[in-house]
């Protein structure tokens, strides 16, 4: 999905001055959690979220994050719009909620993206509520 | 370039830029065909043929008295007066440029003028060159090449260091900084790191997995090191070895700090989308190796080794 169909699907505000809107999405997360989106596998993804401090522009440089949304009628700080210039990081707004905006997108077939291999190994292992989650 | 990534918006710029930085005698042709007056148009037309030209300036005594081209010579042709002299068809005063000018002031004339070629003149006056619009492709095109040749020489240079420079055990060690609850710069060390290892010609996997845990170590250092501490990454060609040290205040449980979800860190932190217990969970995931040390009062060091 393309950052331009992203943006009328959402019906999203564009807050980076050059973006290329042809960049191509290939999943995406919704986190307000940073450490949770840094535990997300795929790069090329977009993420969608309700924090707009610069360390969510960190975050996204880190984990190979193609694009930010930012939900909820958040519009983040000139720090963070001027970190995600220098980093080359597109950052889109949604007035949609998390849920909403994340539902028109999924709707739309635009995949989640998926966990390491060690989190999802985690979750088999001690999904049960006998185990003791603790290891 | 891939087509439509931030790559192809760099270039496009690059382009600008020489377009500005580039004067007019890098690119010009230096030996100019020329004809004189008394020429006739007859031989013009062999001399435009067999060189391969649209125009050439006119020269009389060594002084550019004007400019004749292929237009000239059809409009000749179209009234029978092919064996009339360039005298009589050429522009007169052709419009110049200097030779210390940039691109775009050629770029600018040929768009507001529409001709086909420039003659170049040196501040004295002097013919000393012609322009037209395929010679500002090329020269353009050529310096791109050499830029783009001279990057490839940089990035092979820098990927090749381990097979340059020969021992028993070649490491390299970078070694950042992390200041104590400074959430501005925090994430600038794993940063920095990502790139050093790009430039080093790592996996783009390799690299992520080791840009995340050097953040989560980065970030723990800021929000936890009571005088901040450092990160420091032995780069070896088989594989990174990453220590995040600092000295105190220490951990009380090492046991529960690897917990996940287990966190001791303040609610300012959690605002920031940190601090929820998943940073040591996170850096074990991506990492091949993982060690805690910590002694309250004295320190922590947690070492980090992710296999290339």
């Not at chain 1, 190979?64 to 707004?93: H, M």
Request: glycine residues 8%; charged residues 25%.
């Amino acid at each position: 999905m393309t950052l331009a169909e992203v943006l009328a699907i959402i019906e999203g505000k564009l807050i980076s001055a050059k973006v290329d809107l042809s960049a191509e999405v290939m999943t995406a997360c919704g986190a307000d959690l940073m450490s949770d989106v840094l535990a997300f596998t795929h790069a090329g993804t977009l993420l969608l979220t309700g924090l707009t401090n610069p360390q969510v522009v960190r975050t996204a440089e880190m984990a190979g994050i193609l694009a930010i949304v930012f939900v909820r009628g958040k519009l983040p700080p000139a720090e963070t719009i001027a970190l995600a210039e220098e980093k080359s990081i597109p950052l889109l707004a949604s007035k949609y909620t998390m849920y909403e905006t994340c539902g028109r997108l999924y709707s739309a077939n635009l995949a989640s993206c998926g966990l390491f291999q060690v989190t999802a190994d985690n979750w088999c292992n001690h999904a049960s509520p006998t185990t003791n989650p603790a290891s | 370039m891939l087509p439509g990534s931030s790559d192809q918006r760099v270039e496009v710029t690059k382009l600008q830029e020489l377009v500005y930085e580039l004067k007019i005698d890098q690119v010009m042709t230096r030996q100019v065909i020329t004809v004189r007056p008394d020429t006739t148009m007859r031989q013009l037309k062999e001399i435009l043929r067999l060189n391969r030209i649209s125009g050439a300036p006119v020269m009389q005594d060594g002084t550019m008295v004007g400019i004749i081209s292929i237009e000239d010579l059809i409009k000749a042709l179209e009234a029978g007066d092919i064996d009339g002299r360039v005298a009589e068809r050429m522009a007169k005063q052709p419009q110049t440029i200097y030779a210390d000018e940039t691109i775009m002031q050629a770029v600018n004339t040929f768009g507001r003028y529409g001709y086909g070629r420039l003659p170049v003149i040196d501040r004295d006056g002097n013919l000393v060159g012609i322009l037209t619009q395929g010679d500002i492709a090329r020269g353009l095109l050529r310096r791109l090449e050499i830029d783009y040749h001279e990057e490839e020489i940089h990035r092979y240079r820098a990927s090749h260091i381990f097979e340059d420079i020969a021992s028993d055990q070649t490491g390299l060690i970078l070694r950042y900084k992390v200041q104590p609850k400074d959430f501005v710069h925090c994430g600038e060390a794993a940063s920095r790191l990502k790139r050093a290892l790009e430039r080093l010609g790592a996996k783009p996997s390799v690299v992520r997995r080791i840009a995340v845990a050097s953040y989560e170590a980065e970030t723990n250092l800021a929000i936890h090191a009571t005088k901040g501490g450092d990160l420091i990454a032995e780069v070896q060609p088989e594989r990174i070895r990453i220590v995040a040290v600092d000295t105190g205040p220490g951990i009380d449980d090492v046991e529960k700090a690897l917990q996940p979800g287990f966190s001791t860190a303040p609610d300012w932190i959690r605002e920031l989308g940190f601090g929820a217990g998943m940073g040591l969970s996170n850096i074990k995931a991506c990492s091949d190796e993982m060690r805690l040390e910590s002694k309250p009062g004295v320190g922590t060091r947690l070492e980090i080794i992710i296999c290339i």
